[in-house]
């Protein structure tokens, strides 16, 4: 299995998103929740993802979901996870994703143009 991260130019900005790859699948497992002014910042939010991953905090949602989810520097969310019907699910998701993020080297990046 590989990960990498994918940066992707859209109307309202460059995103991030970890992609993980197997033999006959590829999977977005993080994506930005928000679009950055230029690639130069969208690459400085991704070297953040292993610090804010550190950070994490668990939630219920009002449809009793649960959720994790990082936030940035002003309280925006800076990353949340898929639901999961329960807290050991997201736990342990969190978990997984944490070592994910430590194995990834973050220096390497695809760069693609939306038209």
């Not at 930005?32 to 950070?55: F, M, N, S, W």
Request: hydrophobic share 40%.
């Amino acid at each position: 299995m590989t990960t990498y991260v994918l940066t992707t130019e859209r109307p309202d900005g460059w995103h991030w998103e970890v992609v993980r790859t197997a033999r006959s699948s590829a999977d977005v497992v993080l994506t930005a929740k928000r679009g950055y002014a230029d690639e130069d910042a969208c690459r400085t939010a991704v070297e953040q993802i292993p610090h804010l991953l550190t950070t994490a905090r668990l939630a219920r949602g009002r449809d009793g979901t649960w959720r994790w989810a990082c936030f940035a520097y002003n309280g925006d969310v800076a990353i949340e996870s898929a639901p999961f019907t329960n807290a050991d699910a997201c736990r342990s998701d969190l978990a997984g994703m944490k070592l994910t993020m430590n194995d990834v080297r973050l220096s390497t990046y695809a760069a693609t143009h939306a038209a």
